[in-house]
């Protein structure tokens, strides 16, 4: 997105948000941190490489404005985050898959799970459109100054408030262990927005990915396998014989286990739900909803044990996160599809769904790239499939 286009609407957002009519910008400035691109280096393939004049990803950018003409001049640091139209579906994964000739049988955007991560341009700026209706997701969001998007390259801008003193928030994912009450917390604001979207009907938010349901998976064994496969040759301390087995019997009996997660409710699910994108300061903000669809509130919880949970954490404690959760909900007025009975079996499905969907995506990912907590998220995840499945 071209800064000039970027500093023209960043002035009418401004405006409106500041419900300043007059509010002139002076001056903009911006550059994508090299410390980014060092720390994760998929970036210049999931965004398109930067350039002074043209802002792809995460820019953060400082502005000086007049409220009004002759005032005296202001200043504010932001995030300028320019969503590409194509999602990862047809850039990051695929270049992957080519580069560490990684064998499938067909493209991956041609896969039905490959929904999650395509056509992802405008999910982000539609959810915080959505959030100055819905103050359940409002209170976990940065603040949101404005969006843009350009017709001509079908790339959405959000103008949001620049964080710098969230704790537990690490990109590189390499911070683990969390306390019990950090994941409480994180829990207890996920139901929070999932409680307002409990049972939605995708026309409400028709830009959300689609639930991914048995069909869907079934269709997708090939991806599964391949994933697999791939990983057990590639990581053979990580995705051992016996690791490799289970995965391969999970794929087998999708059709008897994943239509269980097909008979709960739905909700918004933020489907990145991690330390990456998840922090505090002091109360939880979540960022990153590219990848934002609808699935089981499972989704959330499973992708949050299987990242931060520390290896001291024994069951007693993860049946205690995992019932915080579900009371959260009743509490929020959630009646359908949170008798315990059936939502601890939804938890045990979603563990299965985890080990052979995102963390196949993420031994993808380790093909081509450093992951600072791929072993440990492979290892919870086993062991969560021990205690568990």
């Not at 410390?35 to 999931?46: G, L, Q, T």
């Not at 953060?60 to 579906?89: C, D, I, M």
Request: one cysteine or more.
């Amino acid at each position: 997105m071209l800064r000039e286009f970027v500093a023209q609407q960043l002035e009418v957002s401004l405006q409106k948000s500041l419900k300043e009519p007059r509010l002139r910008l002076t001056a903009i400035s911006g550059e994508r941190p090299a410390a980014d691109e060092r720390r994760e280096p998929w970036i210049p393939i999931k965004y398109g490489a930067a350039a002074p004049e043209d802002w792809l990803g995460v820019v953060p950018t400082t502005v000086q404005f007049e409220r009004t003409p002759g005032a005296t001049a202001e200043h504010l640091e932001l995030v300028v985050k320019v969503n590409p139209k194509q999602g990862l579906a047809r850039t990051l994964i695929p270049w992957i898959i080519e580069h560490k000739k990684i064998v499938l049988d067909r493209p991956y955007w041609k896969y039905r799970r490959a929904a999650e991560s395509d056509d992802t341009g405008g999910r982000e700026a539609e959810l915080y459109l959505l959030a100055k209706l819905k103050p359940e997701l409002c209170s976990i969001l940065p603040r949101c100054y404005g969006t843009a998007t350009d017709s001509t390259s079908g790339e959405r801008a959000l103008f949001l408030e620049l964080l710098t003193n969230a704790s537990r928030l690490d990109a590189s994912g390499a911070l683990a262990d969390w306390p019990p009450e950090a994941i409480d917390s994180a829990l207890k604001a996920a139901a929070g927005w999932q409680a307002a979207f409990w049972n939605a009907r995708s026309e409400r938010v028709p830009w959300a990915g689609p639930r991914p349901i048995t069909q869907d998976m079934i269709a997708d064994e090939p991806l599964w396998r391949g994933l697999l496969d791939d990983a057990h040759k590639r990581f053979p301390d990580l995705i051992t014989e016996r690791v490799w087995r289970r995965r391969h019997h999970l794929i087998d009996r999708l059709g008897d286990w994943h239509r269980t997660k097909d008979r709960l409710p739905a909700t918004l699910a933020h489907n990145d739900f991690n330390q990456r994108n998840v922090g505090f300061r002091p109360d939880v903000v979540v960022l990153d909803w590219e990848l934002v669809e609808f699935n089981t509130a499972h989704r959330d919880i499973v992708e949050l044990l299987t990242f931060v949970l520390p290896s001291s954490a024994d069951r007693r404690q993860i049946d205690a996160h995992v019932e915080k959760h579900r009371q959260t909900l009743v509490a929020l007025g959630v009646t359908e599809g949170v008798d315990r009975d059936a939502w601890m079996e939804g938890f045990r499905c979603e563990l299965k769904a985890e080990a052979i969907d995102r963390i196949g995506l993420q031994l993808l990912f380790a093909a081509q790239f450093p992951l600072a907590y791929l072993s440990r998220i492979n290892r919870n995840i086993e062991w969560l499939l021990d205690v568990y499945a």
